[in-house]
């Protein structure tokens, strides 16, 4: 009998060992296994369930408090009441796996009544895809019969004497070859559009976007278009919008010798203004904290109330500080009690920080 009991009791020590790194720091309750991997489930199988241990390694009652979640597609079931000395309890972790196809990887932390710290556990396995619709591949329904995969691009930078090509894959969905042309709304000059003429019924086919920066013609800053396709003559429900940030051609540019740009603060705070003054200034510090001429190539702003000018103009020295001043013109303030957010990108000659933005804040007042 005594040795059943020690046979008992050593087994439950080496258990406690086992998962001892699972423990939260402090906490007496042990969970094995810290990692669970659920291997290749399919998307649309459902909610799928699996299992982790925790034993109460210690010699009084702990609660699990509460067990939290990196992804809302987790949930975990676990016991309210307390967990008795050696007593072990399951937790049944839940993971739903539609529309999260891939290798996916969560965390879930433990919180437990006789620590402060969390016990991590690890959530990991592969969604194996279901098979998509065609509505769910080309959700933009561009009327005609025509749909799209997106109605956007954004290209990020893109340097002078450089060019920049994306696709928006389309389908003609109906029984009936569509034709297919452009209507610009917004045109920044440097996009053109590849649109095939005809789509045959049923068939796939792609827009091509491609941006032209021209060498040393002096463009920088942001190039927006927005064009609406024309479906057999009519003008389809959603235009294409299409960007990118036109910067200096950095592979010419010597890594050691650089310029970098530094700006005091990225938010600017007027406060409560009273909307029936006419200007009000505000400034801040750029400064040239590399080894070569540091040039603002670009000043751009969300409003028209908003203005930035450099002080004074021309190239900033290494070592060197300017004046950014900035403007707030009331009188093109709308009427409104909410607060005013503006948005100013600097575009600079920063090979690491080509641009940066500052927020411009206020609060209007109009009863003063």
Request: proline fraction near 5%; glycine fraction near 8%; aromatic fraction near 6%.
């Amino acid at each position: 009998m005594r040795s059943r009991y020690f046979v008992t009791l050593l087994f439950f020590l080496l258990l406690c060992h086992a998962v001892v790194a699972q423990r939260g720091a402090g906490s007496a309750l042990c969970i094995a296994p810290s990692t669970l991997d659920y291997g290749s489930i399919a998307e649309d199988g459902g909610v799928v369930m699996a299992h982790i241990e925790a034993t109460n390694c210690g010699d009084t009652p702990i609660y699990i408090i509460k067990v939290h979640t990196s992804c809302g597609c987790t949930s975990v079931d676990y016991p309210r009441e307390a967990v008795a000395p050696r007593q072990s309890v399951r937790l049944g972790i839940a993971f739903d796996p539609m529309n999260r196809p891939g290798r996916f990887e969560r965390d879930i932390a433990v919180e437990v009544s006789d620590s402060r710290e969390y016990i991590p556990v690890a959530v990991r396995g592969y969604v194996v895809p279901r098979q998509r619709s065609v509505d769910e591949v080309y959700p933009f329904d561009m009327g005609g019969g025509l749909r799209l995969e997106t109605t956007s691009r954004a290209f990020g930078y893109i340097e002078q004497g450089c060019d920049s090509s994306e696709q928006i894959p389309i389908v003609n969905t109906s029984e009936r070859d569509i034709t297919l042309g452009v209507e610009p709304l917004r045109s920044s000059g440097y996009l053109t559009l590849a649109v095939p003429e005809v789509v045959a019924a049923g068939a796939t086919a792609a827009i091509t976007l491609t941006y032209t920066i021209p060498e040393g013609g002096g463009v920088y800053g942001t190039m927006a278009d927005e064009i609406y396709l024309v479906v057999d003559g009519a003008r389809s429900r959603y235009r294409l919008t299409a960007e990118c940030v036109a910067v200096d051609n950095f592979s010419l540019v010597d890594d050691i010798s650089r310029p970098i740009a530094d700006i005091s603060k990225n938010i600017i705070k007027f406060g409560e203004v009273n909307c029936h003054n006419s200007l009000l200034r505000g400034s801040v510090t750029l400064t040239n904290s590399g080894s070569s001429e540091l040039h603002v190539r670009s000043v751009e702003s969300s409003s028209e109330a908003v203005t930035c000018a450099v002080v004074p103009s021309g190239g900033v020295a290494p070592g060197q500080s300017v004046e950014l001043s900035i403007a707030l013109d009331c009188s093109k303030i709308a009427s409104s009690d909410e607060l005013i957010t503006v948005r100013l990108r600097l575009i600079t000659n920063d090979p690491m920080r080509p641009l940066q933005t500052l927020k411009v804040t206020a609060i209007p007042m109009w009863g003063w």
